[in-house]
């Protein structure tokens, strides 16, 4: 018999990141899991008052792409401090959620 070692899924995710219309290094906001074909049920980004800023359903993640440029209404938003929820579903079929904050400076 052969034994096989699945490791967990580990997905990254960026804290911090710089609103430049011009792009740059550290412009959009990124994921990043050790699963290329990772699935992500559904992210959300809300301001401190509650309001949902961003919302993506059912895609798997790029490395290459930033998920999030920082615009609401097709305007760059404010600096300051999001917070996130994410929803994946992991290699065991379990649903996985994750919640924490996120800075944007210009």
């Known amino acids: 018999f052969d034994i096989v070692v699945k490791e967990t899924p580990k997905v990254y995710i960026s804290n911090i990141f710089a609103l430049d219309p011009r792009g740059g290094e550290n412009n959009g906001w990124k994921i990043i899991s050790n699963d290329s074909g990772l699935k992500i049920n559904a992210i959300s980004v ?16 790029s490395e290459s792409q930033p998920l999030w440029d920082g615009r609401y209404l097709g305007q760059l938003v404010l600096p300051g401090v999001y917070v ?14 994750m919640h924490g904050d996120l800075t944007v400076v210009r």
Do not use: A, D, V
């Open 84 to 97: 996130y929820q994410l929803s994946y579903t992991n290699e065991k079929g379990e649903e996985k959620l």
């Open 46 to 61: 809300y301001s401190r008052w509650g309001e949902r800023m961003f919302h993506k359903e059912n895609f798997i993640i």
